[in-house]
């Protein structure tokens, strides 16, 4: 029975009565670190696990809450009887704990490690609930991983609980054992792990203690001659060419027919897999430079100077640093490992420099140009001789060479012609007083609506419309104003004239001259004093008016 996680998250109500348990976890892809070439082999022991009766909990490529997840559903099943635990993924430790990590991991420090894995002491208390009958195998690659503080890669001391069975070594090889030997029914498992060179051991291990029980009598006795059983596994164990698949054929048939061939090539594979990883190589290479962060950020600028972008200048080699160390390796012929060599380094930084010169002459020459353009264009309009043209030249250059003089001759013009406004108002209101009609003042307003006489002429046009001394006037103006009235209210009011045939102008609530006539013939009309001004009688017979049969529209 399986359950696959994180789709099934609870395997204790599925668990079948007196049912093994088995949790199978293997991330061999990761979005911010090398994936692990043989990391999936785990996934193979799912169909053998099943045949043998256990109920198998899979994660595949899980992010850690995933796998937390996972570690749930086992811890529900309550295991006490047997149980088999097999990882594979990237493994990270600090000086107390070590880590499986999720395939979501990005770049995890001591501080949040826990967040981005699962703990694997965790398992090792799982585990020994089942003592004598729980095996922990854990598989791991030599693969790259970018780590922060406190952290280091791979196990360190393994400390496996008291009749806990941990087995470690490469993904595949594990599986093998796994498959070949340990869920054998009967199997020598101390036996073979002696007998194997890519597996270490840890913890229990009992030659008198099978994982797997005979079940109904003492275990047939091995053939002497290459049997249909062997001649098959030595099939299946071309096929797959692996030293694990090899060594579990050794394990198994250790005089078998095809024995000395079995040996050979897993000695070869062996060696093979011994050869140091190229990228390894490079990634240790480039940390012996020891590059301080201010060497990391000038390397940084190089590539991006040249067209390689980083993503960024802070002086750390993250994804996009390293893409950029890439591109700039294939386009200059190196080998494009993402890391630096002390040459490359030197290289580097002569053509970040180079190009840099490069850019700073090309921007010199441009300077030049746009200088050169620009004062060509201030003597084309005739170096400012007018307002158009000195408009013209800082429409096209607002921050060029003769700008501040033209925005200073400009300000000189609308200064001259605002004493020539201003000079041509004052004339024109000495007629308007000498003429002192209300068609005069009204023409003053029309003509200047925000000049500098603006109050008096209104004032003196109240006078001359309403007939009242400037003491009326002001007590006028005093009564409207001891109404407070809103913009609402005054709103309201200029409705009401209009609806009444009396045109106050604009709806807007603002008493202009054309209100105060309104209100002046209302008053007039209705009997009242008219003043222009409204004052409590005025506002109440206003809008007490029905029109049209209603008192309010």
């Known amino acids: 029975m399986r359950a696959l996680i994180p789709f099934a998250l609870v395997l204790g109500a599925a668990t079948a009565a007196g049912a093994d348990t088995a949790l199978l976890i293997a991330n061999d892809r990761y979005a911010a670190a090398q994936d692990l070439r043989y990391g999936d082999e785990i996934l193979s022991l799912e169909g053998p696990l099943d045949r043998a009766g256990f109920d198998v909990i899979v994660v595949e490529n899980g992010a850690a809450e995933a796998m937390r997840a996972a570690v749930s559903a086992l811890v529900e099943a309550d295991e006490t009887e047997r149980v088999l635990i097999a990882l594979s993924g990237h493994v990270v430790r600090s000086q107390r704990g070590t880590w499986l990590l999720g395939s979501d991991a990005r770049s995890p420090d001591l501080g949040s490690v826990g967040a981005e894995g699962v703990a694997l002491d965790v398992l090792f208390e799982i585990a020994g609930r089942a003592p004598g009958q729980a095996v922990v195998l854990l598989g791991q ?264 003089v033209a925005r200073a001759r400009l300000d000189e013009i609308e200064a001259e012609r605002l004493a020539e406004v201003e000079a041509e108002e004052r004339r024109f209101w000495q007629e308007v007083q000498a003429a002192d009609s209300v068609e005069a003042y009204r023409r003053y307003l029309e003509l200047y609506p925000g000049g500098q006489f603006i109050d008096i002429a209104q004032q003196r046009l109240s006078v001359l419309q309403t007939g009242l001394t400037p003491r009326e006037l002001a007590l006028a103006e005093a009564r409207e104003a001891a109404l407070n009235l809103t913009p609402q209210m005054r709103q309201l009011t200029e409705q009401r004239l209009a609806a009444l045939g009396f045109d106050p102008g604009r709806v807007d609530g603002t008493f202009d001259a054309r209100t105060r006539a309104a209100i002046r013939d209302y008053q007039r009309s209705r009997g009242l004093g008219a003043t222009g001004y409204l004052d409590q009688m005025t506002v109440v017979r206003l809008l007490a008016e029905a029109i049209g049969g209603r008192i309010f529209d």
């Open 141 to 404: 690659e030599a693969r790259r991983i970018d780590l922060g503080a406190g952290l280091s890669r791979g196990f360190g001391p393994i400390d496996a609980p008291q009749g806990v069975t941990v087995l470690s070594g490469a993904p595949d090889d594990l599986a093998d054992l796994a498959r070949d030997v340990l869920l054998r029914p009967g199997a020598d498992l101390a036996a073979a792990v002696e007998g194997s060179r890519a597996l270490r051991s840890h913890g229990f291990l009992s030659p008198a203690l099978p994982f797997l029980p005979v079940v109904g009598g003492d275990a047939a006795p091995a053939p002497t001659g290459p049997s249909e059983a062997e001649v098959a596994l030595w099939g299946a164990v071309q096929e797959l060419n692996t030293a694990g698949s090899y060594r579990a054929y050794l394990e198994q048939y250790p005089g078998g027919a095809f024995a000395a061939e079995a040996l050979s090539r897993a000695e070869a594979l062996e060696q093979e897999a011994q050869a140091p990883d190229p990228l390894e190589q490079a990634e240790a290479a480039e940390a012996a430079l020891g590059l301080s962060r201010a060497q990391r950020q000038q390397i940084q600028r190089d590539l991006t100077i040249l067209d390689f972008n980083t993503r960024g200048i802070d002086g750390i080699f993250g994804p996009g640093t390293r893409g950029a160390i890439r591109g700039w390796q294939s386009a200059r012929g190196f080998e494009a490992t993402g890391f630096l060599t002390g040459p490359q380094v030197a290289v580097l930084r002569e053509a970040g420099a180079q190009r840099a010169a490069e850019l700073e002459e090309e921007a010199r020459r441009q300077r030049e140009a746009e200088e050169q353009a620009d004062r060509a264009f201030w003597q084309a309009t005739g170096q400012g001789r007018d307002e158009a043209a000195l408009r013209a030249y800082l429409s096209r250059y607002p921050n060029g060479l003769f700008s501040e």
